[in-house]
Every structure is written in structure tokens, then in C-alpha cells.
């Protein structure tokens, strides 16, 4: 990495879920290696619980404004100095044309596994057809396999911070952590807890399904800017999802030597399975009541058992070393991209 070289991590920005935190690892990792580093919002939202994460962080960022041209041309303008690294569907689309437009080569990780419906769906299309002109990396292999041309696969990471003792209960408690949408399955999750009221149901997070929580016994704590905090509050994370690229919450629940049961979806078969808790046939309800009703027989010298080897699995792969050192890698080649003559008119437009 050359010391001029620059990095811009581009993003929406609008909710904090899995990829703004993967951002702000992101964004930490690349501080401790002095690698120069700043986010770049796509939209100045007047309320975003993402902005105020990057605040406690003290994490710099901009945030860009005007129309969408007016966007790419201050994308455009971003990239002559510096690598533009982009994340989500609506990010690298966007950089995409605005580093075609100055004759440069970006970075774009694909993190999510769902299709999504609708606009969504038509972002993900464009996000796909459109990646040959950037370089690519996914978090699992299911994604890395329906983008076209080379994407190497990386892990996703968390910070290894120290564990908080876990509060005993007399009640299996039971989380949640993610997008309150049918994707990540919060549906079912409420389904469960109508279906096992004898346990204590927590959820963490927002989104569309927020009004499945009504007339359950679900304690909703919303969106929390400590979730490392909550975890030693929980006895269990489910996480029942229909889609998944590798989930970040299941990271962060593991390094907090909680216990986990999930579906068999995404890349959650390399982190999950009976020695860290339970691994069920993607949609299989019964099996997943039955897991949640044998985890709650467990005592507790059993399910500190589970806990520490979830935490040590994390640390010895997950810790983002490789990770790093993939992207590294990628910003040198992006920086040293050399791109084709441009027509004079394109040089213009770029200046306004």
C-alpha cells in the first residue's frame, strides 16, 4: 500500500445492521494499519441510527448531497484520490459508473445472500450484471457463486473484546439480533415464541416485521449501539433465517461465548453445529423447537461448555487477519488500475 493511496468506504448508511458494522471493523483494522480512511454516505439522512454509531466511534465520514448526478460526480471526483470501496447493492452500482466515468477501478464486497422483491430485486440484478467493472469479494460462497467472474470468498470478522460473565436465570432466555424482516425469518421467531411461552424471548434490531411483536411476549429492545453489552443477557441466540451470507450477529454471539441454533442457510454451516450449539435443515419448525427444548434441559457447566468453544472457534479463524490482508491486496491493484483514454466531454462533465 503506498502511503498516498487513500481509502473511501462507500455506503447507503441509512439503518446500522451486518454491513455498516462490518464497516466500522472495517474502518478500524484499516486505522491500526495507517492506511488513510474515511466512509463516504450515500444520503444525508436526518435520522440514521448508522450515523450515530459512527459518532461513539468517532468514525469520519462524509455524506453526500444533491441529486443523484450531482452524487456521481462527487463519487467521480472521491475516486481520483483515492480507492473507492463500496457496499450494498445501491453503493456499488453507483461507484461502479461513477469510477467508469473517471477511469478508475473500484473494490465492491457483495454481502447479502437474499433476492429481495421488487426494487430490491432490480438492484441486485444491476449489482450483479454490472460487477465486471469493479473488483469483487464475498462473505460466503453462495453469493461469491451467482456473481460473474473471479470473487474470491473472505470471512467476516468482530472485534475479540473481552467476555462479559453471563447474568444467570432461572429462564432460558432467548435472542434475536438482526433486521426485523422475513428474510433473516423474525417472523418466525415470533412464531417460536407463541410456540414456547415457558422461555423468555428477546429481540434486537428494526425493520418492516415490527408489528409481529404485537401480542407476543417478545421484550423488543430495538436498535442498541452496545450489543455486546445485551449478550450476557441471553442464554441463546436463534437465528432462523431464510437467507444468509455469513452473518455477523452469529460472530458476534460466538466471540460473546453464546450458544447458537440456526438454520442451515448461507455459510452459517461453517460457524454452527453441535459443538457451539445446533445446526437445523433450513425450515425445519419442529426440529427447531425440538433443539431450543433440548438446549433448555442443558445446565449451565454444558452450556458455558458451548459458549467457550463457539468463542475460541471465532478466534482462531474468524479474526479478520486474512480478511485485511485480501482487501490490502485489492486497493494495491485498484490503485494501480490503468484505465483507457476517456473523451475530453467526459473530463467536463466530471468538473460541472
Known amino acids: 500500500m503506498t502511503p498516498t493511496l487513500a481509502v473511501k468506504l462507500v455506503i447507503d448508511g441509512r439503518h446500522f445492521g451486518g454491513i455498516e458494522a462490518h464497516l466500522c471493523l472495517l474502518y478500524q483494522r484499516l486505522h491500526q494499519q495507517r ?34 448526478l450531482s452524487k456521481l460526480r462527487q463519487l467521480a471526483a472521491l475516486s481520483h484520490h483515492s480507492v473507492l470501496h463500496s457496499h450494498g447493492y445501491k453503493a456499488n452500482v453507483l461507484t461502479r459508473l ?3 466515468l473517471s477511469g478508475t477501478r473500484p473494490v465492491a464486497t457483495f454481502h447479502a445472500g437474499e433476492p429481495g422483491q421488487g426494487r430490491l430485486a432490480w438492484y441486485n440484478r444491476l449489482d450483479k450484471g454490472s460487477a465486471r467493472f469493479s ?37 432460558l432466555r432467548v435472542g434475536f439480533i438482526g433486521r426485523y424482516c422475513r428474510d433473516k ?23 418492516p416485521l415490527s408489528g409481529h411483536i404485537d401480542g407476543n411476549a417478545i421484550i423488543d429492545h430495538g436498535h442498541v449501539h452496545d450489543i455486546g453489552r445485551h449478550l450476557a443477557n441471553l442464554d441463546l441466540l436463534v437465528m432462523p433465517s431464510r437467507f444468509e451470507g455469513l452473518p455477523l450477529a ?45 438446549f433448555a434441559t442443558l445446565n449451565h457447566q454444558q452450556r458455558q461448555h458451548l459458549g467457550q468453544q463457539a468463542r475460541a472457534r471465532v478466534e482462531r479463524e474468524w479474526n479478520g487477519q486474512a480478511t485485511l490482508a485480501t482487501y490490502l491486496s485489492l486497493y494495491r491493484q485498484a490503485g494501480q488500475f490503468t484505465p483507457a483514454a476517456r473523451p475530453a466531454f467526459f473530463d467536463r462533465w466530471l468538473k460541472g
Open 35 to 68: 492506511v488513510p480512511c474515511q466512509l463516504v454516505l450515500l444520503s444525508a439522512y436526518s435520522e440514521s441510527s448508522f450515523k450515530t454509531q459512527l459518532k461513539l466511534q468517532k468514525i469520519p465520514f462524509i455524506e453526500l448531497k444533491g441529486s443523484w
Open 98 to 100: 461513477a469510477c467508469r
Open 135 to 171: 473488483l469483487n469479494v464475498a462473505v460466503s460462497r453462495a453469493i461469491a457463486e451467482r456473481v460473474p467472474g473471479p470473487c474470491p470468498v473472505i470471512r467476516n470478522f468482530v472485534s475479540l473484546a473481552a467476555t462479559e460473565a453471563r447474568t444467570p436465570s432461572s429462564c
Open 185 to 207: 425469518g423474525f417472523d418466525r421467531f415470533c412464531r417460536l415464541s407463541q410456540q414456547l411461552p415457558q422461555y423468555q424471548w428477546h429481540s434486537f434490531g428494526q425493520g
Open 250 to 294: 452469529a460472530l458476534e454471539a460466538m466471540a460473546a461465548e453464546l450458544p447458537i441454533i440456526a438454520y442451515d442457510v448461507g455459510d452459517l454451516t461453517q460457524l454452527v453445529n453441535h459443538q457451539v450449539g445446533a445446526l437445523i435443515d433450513a425450515g425445519n419448525h419442529r426440529a427447531m423447537i425440538e433443539a431450543i427444548e433440548h
